[in-house]
């Protein structure tokens, strides 16, 4: 596949360059503050550069693949704030609600999202079933014009914090193919009925949550798709989610700042960086991020000749999730006694920032599925072994 960028890509890269170095006033460890956010996002919002691939009219950019690439890794690379900050809505929600909603809900939820008005969660996992989402059992009865939900959901990611859920429920329990009458819907988190239970990280974080739902009633109107074809809409969400190759820029940027701790940290005297054990390792993360690299370029190739793409996506979620902690233990391990202490500690480096990321790693390799889930993907629908 050739990769040269066309003319008008490269004058799109441009033109994202020449925005960066007139508005991105960066601080000391991206310390923006309040207002910088605020004015950032509004111009980029105004740019059409958040669900910048979604079409014009439901107000995305319309951009293309290719220019949605340059515009992700140019902004990586910069170092700078989110395009928007609906994480869930821009990942997952929005596709889906673009491809399967209605006009009214593309009208309720798009804008909002696209302004970052408030968070979205994912209502998929749940206990019991492990990596089998197709196994759930949150069920949802239909009567009149609402749905009757009762169950379980678990490892929600930013539930603590979010104002909608996207959630998956059983509306049929006699199917033959158990990915058959799952159904989606959008409830909102102050419904009556609906518990929410953070589960606090090692940190003291709290990403994730436990959700209970108790006769909780959802408005027909809030189901996304047709009854019945929720595993259809749920694969839309996860397709979009790791088709981009951008989060490559971010853990190479993740490595610099690592080199610059090897550095600036001392052992017997001496740069950590000079130990030949620590250049190895700072090796082994190089090839990997490469490794992903090469890998993001096939999806990218799939998505530019129109292929959808498939199963082998797992494999960069799977080392992406290995780089988070091994790179956060090597973080720690180098700072010596002065690593496992956290913000607050008169022996803290970098004001625990490394401390704290070490332990957090459950936000990033848990989310999307968890390495286990990503081996059974990847030996199973790629490797042709049979399932466990």
Not at 218 to 243: C, F, K, Q
């Amino acid at each position: 596949m050739d990769f040269d960028l066309s003319t008008e890509e490269l004058a799109f890269r441009d033109e994202v360059r020449d925005f960066l170095k007139d508005n991105l006033k960066q601080k000391v460890d991206n310390d923006f503050g309040v207002s910088f956010d605020q004015e950032w996002n509004d111009k980029v919002r105004e740019k059409r550069w958040v669900g910048f691939s979604w079409p014009e009219a439901v107000g995305g950019g319309g951009g293309s693949i290719m220019e949605q690439v340059i515009l992700k890794q140019e902004m990586a690379a910069a170092k700078a704030p989110s395009l928007g900050t609906c994480f869930m809505g821009l990942a997952w929600v929005g596709p889906s609600i673009i491809e399967y909603g209605t006009e009214d809900q593309k009208e309720r939820f798009i804008p909002d999202i696209l302004d970052s008005k408030y968070q979205w969660c994912t209502g998929y996992s749940e206990p019991n079933v492990g990596s089998d989402l197709a196994a759930l059992q949150t069920k949802a009865v239909r009567e009149g014009d609402h749905y009757l939900v009762n169950g379980q959901k678990i490892w929600t990611s930013l539930a603590p914090f979010a104002e909608w859920m996207i959630l998956l429920v059983r509306t049929d329990f006699k199917v033959e193919k158990k990915h058959d009458g799952i159904t989606c819907l959008l409830v909102h988190m102050k419904t009556p009925g609906l518990e929410v239970r953070p589960i606090e990280n090692m940190a003291g974080g709290s990403f994730f949550a436990e959700v209970f739902f108790t006769d909780v009633k959802v408005p027909v109107e809030n189901r996304l798709g047709d009854e019945g074809n929720g595993w259809r809409v749920t694969l839309t969400a996860l397709a979009n989610e790791r088709s981009s190759i951008a989060e490559v820029t971010q853990m190479e940027r993740r490595l610099e700042v690592l080199k610059a701790l090897a550095v600036k940290t001392k052992k017997y005297g001496k740069p950590v960086l000079e130990d030949a054990t620590v250049r190895r390792r700072i090796a082994r993360f190089e090839a990997k991020i490469e490794a992903m690299r090469l890998n993001g370029l096939r999806y990218l190739t799939k998505q530019l000749k129109g292929e959808p793409l498939s199963s082998e996506t797992s494999v960069n979620k799977l080392t992406r999730a290995e780089l988070e902690m091994d790179m956060g233990d090597f973080a720690v391990e180098i700072l010596g006694a002065a690593g496992p202490h956290l913000r607050g500690s008169a022996d803290t480096v970098d004001d625990g920032k490394w401390a704290f990321g070490s332990l957090s790693w459950p936000d990033v390799v848990i989310g999307g599925g968890t390495p286990n889930i990503q081996k059974n993907i990847i030996s199973e629908r790629i490797l042709g072994l049979p399932k466990d």
